[in-house]
């Protein structure tokens, strides 16, 4: 049987309203992407791209919508359940059950345009199994950059995921054993968090631990980023080289908030990326505020109201001085973490605008320099002839006005339609602030 040459391949052409291509700074009007199998052969104006003379094309107009890159979410638990139920929790759920969860959670992110995922905390097998599915064709998903599971002291932050270790040896025998079993990169809690067991306000591994765990995984090629929820743990991650701060709470153990320059100013020295995570607090303001208006609240109900408004106004202020200060902050939503649901990416880059990003680099957070800060910018992040083609398309400008990533009409994965079912559904995916709902 004679192979059908690529040439012969059908060409995909999307005309629409404007183009953002992930790395002109403005939006280009009467914009067109050109595809070719799972890949963009041209994006630009429309009237500079088109296929070769004689070639079949099928062509989709998109009149006053914005054709852009697929959206690459940083920070994701596809395990969750976004209802409140925390990691521990979590963690008790059978494995099969989790993963039929993220297969679920995994539509969410796709339906709602986001392309690409890295996931930061899943238990044991459950995503590398679930990606093995949709390679295999069993279920719908996002490009996925996987940890495996994360990697913890014994104890620590989401321990209860698989990958709790102690001193260099066993943290390298961990990350190889990551990376082996299909680990893109390496997840690693630097303090510990929500998890029982642990202790938020203080660091977890020590420094020739996080070193070992950032030279092992640069050995195999793989970047790494850390869990950080007080300021000794950002300071022991930049000591041991780790890429990526995740949440960079600047906390002393006191439990006081004390924003520190000196180490904000060195985490843009060393070029390392940073994860701010602001709508994942807001979420759990919203679901309390909602339980007031339905009932009474209970005093912890409230202490615990309380302290998440103003954790999330104080993040939001020390993140507004991190833009300020040029650092490289991208969009990584936390969800489906306690009660920011997967599917609601959108609240999180809302966020860096509400702190200073205007709308186009706020797109650039969560398109082009997101891919760029995973690693994955050969392959995603802008529209450029020879990268994937994972297109989306959104009615409105984002560029303008970043709730237009609401919007989205037509997600395309590697140049193929995805099927997204009802408007409906893809509307009940979205949480609502409790004024709207
Ligand atoms: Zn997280």
């Known amino acids: ?52 003379d004689g070639a079949a094309v099928d062509t989709i107009e998109y009149p006053g919508m914005t054709v852009m890159p697929g959206m690459v979410d940083c920070h994701t638990h596809h395990n969750g359940f976004g209802d409140g139920r925390p990691g521990d929790f979590v963690a008790d759920v059978p494995d099969e059950v989790l993963a039929l969860q993220s297969a679920r959670n995994a539509r969410a992110s796709l339906f709602t345009g986001v392309t690409t995922i890295r996931e930061n905390g899943p238990k044991a097998y459950t995503m590398l199994r679930l990606r093995e599915s949709v390679n295999a064709g069993l279920a719908v998903g996002p490009r996925m950059v996987l940890c495996g599971w994360p990697v913890s002291i014994i104890g620590g932050h989401m321990w209860y995921f698989g990958g709790q270790t102690t001193g260099p040896t066993e943290v390298r025998a961990m990350v190889r054993r990551l990376v082996k079993e299909g680990a893109d990169y390496i997840k690693v809690t630097a303090t510990g968090g929500t998890t029982k067991t642990s202790y938020p306000l203080l660091p977890s591994f020590n420094v020739d631990e996080l070193k070992a765990v950032a030279d092992t995984a640069h050995g195999l090629g793989k970047l790494t980023a850390a869990h950080c929820t007080a300021t000794q743990g950002i300071v022991n991650a930049l000591d041991g080289g780790i890429d990526m701060i995740i949440h960079c709470t600047f906390r002393d153990a006191d439990g006081k908030d004390r924003f520190r320059e ?55 202020e020390d993140c507004r001085r991190l833009v300020g200060m040029g650092l490289k902050v991208i969009t990584g939503s936390d969800s489906s973490w306690t009660d ?26 969560v398109t082009a320099d997101a891919a760029v800060a995973l690693g994955v910018d050969r392959i995603v992040g802008t529209l450029e002839p020879g990268k994937e083609a994972d297109v989306i398309v959104v009615d409105g400008d984002p560029s303008r006005d970043v709730r237009a990533l609401w919007n989205v009409r037509e997600v395309f994965l590697a140049g193929k339609r995805v099927e997204r079912g009802s408007d409906a559904s893809i509307a009940a995916t979205r949480q609502h602030p409790p004024s709207e709902s």
């Open 1 to 52: 049987m004679a192979k059908k040459s690529v040439a012969s391949q059908r060409y995909l052409l999307i005309n629409a309203g404007r183009l953002i291509d992930g790395r002109a700074k403005t939006a280009i009007p009467n914009g067109a992407v050109l595809i070719q199998g799972s890949k963009v052969v041209a994006a630009g104006r429309a009237s500079a791209v088109r296929a070769p």
């Open 262 to 316: 000196d180490i904000a100013e060195r985490i843009g020295k060393q070029g390392t990326y940073v994860n701010p995570t602001l709508q994942v607090l807001r979420s759990t303001v919203w679901a309390l505020e909602r339980k007031k208006q339905e009932r009474a609240l209970t005093p912890n109900e409230q202490a615990r109201l309380d302290f998440f408004q103003r954790n999330f106004d104080r993040r939001m």
């Open 340 to 365: 920011y649901q997967l599917g609601n990416t959108v609240y999180e880059v809302e966020c860096l605008t509400d702190v200073g990003f205007s709308p186009m680099r706020a797109v650039q957070s």
